[in-house]
């Protein structure tokens, strides 16, 4: 039987395994991937002005899903699908859909959580593939979250809360009796409903990254290159 091993986020068959070219292939897409995704979120000011690149590089994030459901990348297939589906909503579901939820203080909160968040994440991937991570990035990789996961969190809850406002008040893409198909929808009560989502959700997902931060940083945490 052919024994694997993991490094830089890659699985490595040692026998029967790929070729080096077709790793060396992944590798160089997912260094391509990981610094367009860093780049990217240094672009966004205001939404008026940041629109484009926030749906391309929040759209972008669902490749995410498919390196670890492949298994190209070392990560839980699951998790990253909620973590980059409640961004994916909250850009084309909430921003795109509604002019409310541009307003107040949501959009700014999660914009902040969001580019601080990618920059070193996308950061710390690029060079974990090159096999070249300084101890201060990765530790910002592992610590940061502290602080910017509720802040994040926070801002899309406020911008699904001014977004509900808004399709309720004038019935937004919803669906009312009778009609021909006998079919009813409520664009407001799906967004209340994703809102409660987020009360088991995010505590599993924050308490899965203290998890990480213990194995990633470990006994070394003092230590900084």
Same mark, same amino acid.
């Given at each position: 039987m052919a024994k694997s091993s993991i490094s830089n986020g890659i699985k490595r068959t040692q026998a029967h395994g790929p070729s080096k070219t077709n790793m060396d292939y992944t590798k160089y897409y997912l260094i391509a991937y990981n610094l367009i995704q860093t780049i990217g979120p240094t672009t966004k000011s205001l939404y008026d002005t940041i629109s484009f690149p926030l749906h391309v590089f929040q759209n972008a994030a669902v490749f995410e899903v /498919?390196?670890?459901?492949?298994?190209?990348? $070392?990560?839980?297939?699951? +998790?990253?699908? !909620?973590? /980059?589906?409640?961004?994916?909503? /909250? /850009?084309?579901?909430?921003l795109l859909a509604t &002019?409310?939820?541009?307003?107040?203080?949501? +959009? #700014?909160?999660?914009?902040?959580a969001w580019c601080i968040t990618e920059i070193v994440r996308y950061s710390n991937y690029t060079l974990n593939l090159i096999g070249n991570v300084p101890y201060i990035l990765k530790y910002l990789r592992y610590t940061m979250f502290i602080v910017l996961y509720p802040i994040g969190i926070t801002g899309e809850l406020l911008c699904i809360w001014k977004a509900q406002e808004e399709?309720? $008040?004038? &019935?937004?893409?919803?669906?009312?009796? #009778?009609?021909k198909y006998n079919f009813i929808f409520n664009y407001q009560h799906l967004l209340w409903f994703l809102m409660l989502l987020?009360? #088991?959700? !995010? #505590?599993q997902l924050y308490l899965h990254m203290f998890g990480q931060r213990k194995k990633a940083l470990g006994t070394n945490k003092n230590k900084i290159n």
């Open positions: /498919v390196h670890a459901a492949t298994g190209i990348v $070392k990560s839980n297939a699951v +998790l990253t699908a !909620f973590q /980059v589906a409640s961004r994916v909503v /909250v /850009v084309c579901g909430i &002019f409310n939820a541009r307003l107040g203080l949501g +959009l #700014p909160l999660a914009l902040l399709v309720g $008040k004038g &019935f937004l893409y919803s669906v009312n009796m #009778p009609n987020y009360i #088991p959700l !995010f #505590p």
